[in-house]
């Protein structure tokens, strides 16, 4: 499935074994979440090489998110819950212990107020503050209930005085550092300064990975434009928005804070029981389809599982069932009207101007992709701003990169190693993986989009633009004489060219051994299938400046007189012309 939306899996007991990453890749997971509120920094980093194990072995790219447990408080961990009964008195203060009158926390509440409300589990218990002596907080129970291990604790509108990387944050971080994952989530952010404190704490480790900015809380929301420019991404986590906000301010919260990313092209997830009922239910509610499906419609980057998959009866379905409300709702009239009346306008940088132009030339051509060559992703996540009505195929020769791209809308990205010596064997070799992914078919127009690449900037890549014919890659082999043609094939038995056409690009079998008998100049290339390059033709070929190619031979499928394109400078021979302008 490459649908343009992304589906985020949180990894936790019922899908953490390396079966179960294989199955919601298969069924369309491209990012995976390690919650760090739970396990243990080891395990995680177990996690972390399973995961990157299970990418290189199959066919589905897998980008890693490291969610840091950030400055919340939790109750204690206990095994057994915890009956909490309405009007009774309890206290709270910091420790490892829970019963009926005295709950532990993992940090002190003594900035509450009498008065103020404190929400556990995301406002399922409601306890109303009514004294404070020395940590510890008295409070009357205004709503009970079940009160489990580790739940999280909310005081909407009370500055705790946290810090914002905690020691288990610092932890965390080390891990990803030194396991390289793609993104690291900050929780509980208030405001820019917090992006930018993690991001030192990073490079303090040597690190330069993207931070998504998860909010959560009131002065998020307040801080959001600032946010969003200091972020790599942000995550909707509508949960503790939940309790932090009124509840009917979040569809409008999340709505806004989509649009602002659309337009500002930061990746945007929307987060938090999306299809929940389905832990342990076979199907979604109605109400849950409808809310996957709004957000899609919002414009979201990506939808995230949480409990789905963490703990979840069957995580594989869940995600396929998700995959099946994104494909509804992207093939939809409704969905293409919104994509199109909500393209933002370019930024000053030549680049947008590009991806822009990109993406209505797309459109009016009738292509069938858009292919972005990219080596740091920059280009590539342009085009995904302006959200063209096909896929975008990034190909980077950065795995890390690559990494990074998987949570883009509409992208499908690709590690590719761009070879050759000039601009146009770039374009063909990032058209090749387009083809690979089976998004374009050999004969199809693209549309070629192209940046700065500072390891190749001999090519003279920067800012192109071009539509280009897809060709396929039927064989390859070494360069003999660089050099690209375009022309008819013909099965040359012999040295006789007398009835050879004009630009003819002849292929030798691997026994050929005689001399070229008539005019050479009729020739447009040489593909021989002898395993050298001292051969009869080789020394001919370089005499006339004739594109050769060596150790390739020609599929029969592909019958004599069929127009072929060589590519000797690649070593590469594709089966239709290839055409750009």
Known sequence: MNSAAKIVCTLGPASESAESIKALAGAGMSVARLNASHGTPESRRELIDRIRRVEKEGEYPISVILDLPGPEVRTAPIEESVFLADGSTIELF?????????????????AVAPGDSILVDDGRIELEATGVDDGVVTATVASGGELTSRSGVNVPGVDLGLPTITERDSRELDVAAEKEVDFVAASFVKHAGDIYEIGRALEERGADLPIIAKVERADAVENIEGIIEAADGVMVARGDLGVECPL????????????????AGTP?????????????????TRAETSDVANAVLD???AVMLSGETAIGDHPARVVETMGRIIEDVETSEEYAELRESRVPPADE???????????FLARDIGASAVVAASESGYTAEKAAKYRPNIPIIAATPDDEVRGRLALRWGIIPRQVSYDGESADSVIQSAVQAAIDTGAVDGGDTVVVLSG???EYDDLDTANMLKVHVAAEAVVSGRSVVSGSVTGPLYRLADGDLTEV???????????FDDEFEGDISKLGGIIDAHQGSTSYAAIVAREVGLPMISYATVPTRIEDGEEISLDAERGVVYADPVETE
Not at 94 to 110: F, H, I, K, Y
Not at 248 to 263: H, L
Not at 349 to 359: Q, V
Not at 501 to 511: C, F, K, N, R, S
């Open 94 to 110: 910091e420790g490892e212990t829970a019963s009926p009158e005295r709950v532990g926390l993992s940090a002190n509440l003594d």
């Open 299 to 301: 414009g979201t980057d």
């Open 452 to 454: 700065m690449m500072t």
């Open 268 to 284: 945007v997830i929307t987060a938090t029981e999306m299809l929940d009922s389905m832990i342990s239910e076979r199907r979604p």
């Open 248 to 263: 009917e301010d979040v569809p409008m919260i999340q709505k806004r804070i989509i649009r602002s990313c659309n337009r």
């Open 501 to 511: 056409p004009d630009g003819t690009i002849v292929a030798l079998p691997a026994g």
């Open 349 to 359: 940088t030549r680049t947008d101007a590009l991806a822009r132009s990109a993406r």
